[in-house]
């Protein structure tokens, strides 16, 4: 039974284009998040959600939108793609107050 | 700015052995450290945590040690395995809503 799951696990595409990834997780959690895993291999929080409100939303270019139908989902839009976008999406969810986050397993965007 | 740093990007150790990774912050409002292993195409697995009102937690094989003043912590896994070669992310957290920030990780290499 997978506990976060993410979709697509790869998604190849133009500059320019429209993209969304879709995140769900069976946890019962009532707080997710999204992670960007860039060329240097760092992870860095892009968005969080606690119960389908946006909670954190770091420097991230609006381009960029999270959308949480509920609190077992967590999606993302990136509009007009550029080639910096690319890289590792994770999605995460956590069980509250110093409990640790449990991730997905990650979608490998590339822009052509 | 990396508020959390592992300086070390790669280990090499044999089975059987200790395996020591390091993790080095410079924000004392973190209150709450997680190690996570990686491998790769999979996305981060939680291994231990720790608050920082302990200085020592320990889970099977699993020790990590929190030294405040010197705003330092390791991880110690004994005896090491091959199964343990992975990335290996220091991350740390300053709130309630789990905003994490992580390490630039350690790639761990457990040689028969």
């Known amino acids: 039974d997978t506990a976060v799951s993410q979709t697509p696990k790869y998604l190849v595409t133009q500059m320019g284009n429209d993209k969304s990834i879709k995140c769900e997780q069976n946890?019962?959690?009532?707080?997710m998040y999204w992670y960007k895993q860039d060329s240097k291999k760092f992870l860095k929080i892009m968005f969080s959600y606690n119960n389908k409100e946006l909670i954190i939303n770091e420097t991230v270019p609006n381009r960029f939108s999270p959308k949480s139908p509920d609190k077992a989902h967590l999606n993302l839009h990136i509009n007009s793609l550029e080639l910096g976008d690319s890289a590792v999406y994770f999605c995460?969810?956590?069980?509250?107050?110093?409990?640790?986050?449990?991730f997905g397993d990650g979608t490998r965007l590339s822009i052509l | 700015d990396q508020q959390v740093k592992q300086n070390s990007p790669s280990l090499s150790v044999q089975e059987g052995r200790i395996s020591i990774l390091n993790c080095d912050y410079t924000n004392s409002m973190f209150d709450y450290f997680l190690w996570y292993k990686k491998y790769p195409a999979e996305g981060p697995t939680f291994l231990i945590s720790?608050?920082?009102?302990?200085d020592k937690n320990e889970d099977g094989r699993f020790t990590v040690f929190l030294n405040k003043s010197a705003k330092h912590l390791s991880l110690h896994i004994v005896p090491s395995q091959p199964g343990d070669s992975a990335v290996y992310f220091c991350a740390a957290s300053t709130d309630s809503w789990g905003k994490l920030q992580f390490g630039a990780g350690t790639q761990v290499v457990v040689t028969p």
């Open positions: 720790i608050s920082s009102i302990k």
């Open positions: 995460a969810s956590g069980g509250g107050v110093n409990q640790p986050q449990h």
């Open positions: 946890l019962g959690h009532d707080t």
